[in-house]
């Protein structure tokens, strides 16, 4: 009888990131339904005053985000005590936020889910949807500070939400 190969423990957290518009919440959502987990939105943790800069069409500065990044690594935090996943989607465009929300966390703990994809795909989107604070206007500001590094795992927006989590869940089962 073959040896079994045991399943790789799942990381205690996955950050779904991207640009606004990318699709972010919806496979943070679909990715916690699939592992039984919880998914958040980044966007929920902003103060108001960062809301209404975004709504005003003013890009957010560092020091806009620094309050903003302590809350959401408390909250990542917080979480590591409720079973069995946390997700969460947040722009962590710079590889400095995501070491703000990394802190000494492991990949055996935190992974970085990036979803990619043309500007303009993203921006009908952005354009399409309807009642949410950040302007499309701002797209560009974000593609401007996107940083990318190897330790994200990068996967392409250009396809149905539902292949895209599989190809997510594939990956997770092979590291």
Known sequence: MPAVTPKPPLPRT?????????????????????????????????????????????????????????????RIE?????????ILSCSALKVIYREKLRASDTENDL????????????FARMAARKGHYMPASLLDSQFAILEESPDLWNFSLEQK?????????????QD
């Open 161 to 173: 939400p539902e292949a895209m989590v599989e190809e997510i869940l594939h990956r997770l089962q």
């Open 14 to 74: 996955i950050i779904v990131m991207g640009v606004s518009g990318c699709g972010k919440t919806l496979i943070g959502t679909l990715l916690a339904e699939k592992l039984g987990g919880v998914c958040e939105d980044a966007d929920d943790f902003h103060s108001e005053a960062n809301k209404d800069k975004m709504r005003a069409s003013i890009p957010l500065t560092d020091e806009d985000r620094w309050p903003w990044y302590a809350a959401l690594r408390a």
């Open 78 to 86: 917080e979480m590591r005590a409720q079973p069995p996943i946390y």
């Open 111 to 122: 992974i970085f889910v990036h979803l990619k994809g043309p500007k303009e795909v993203i």
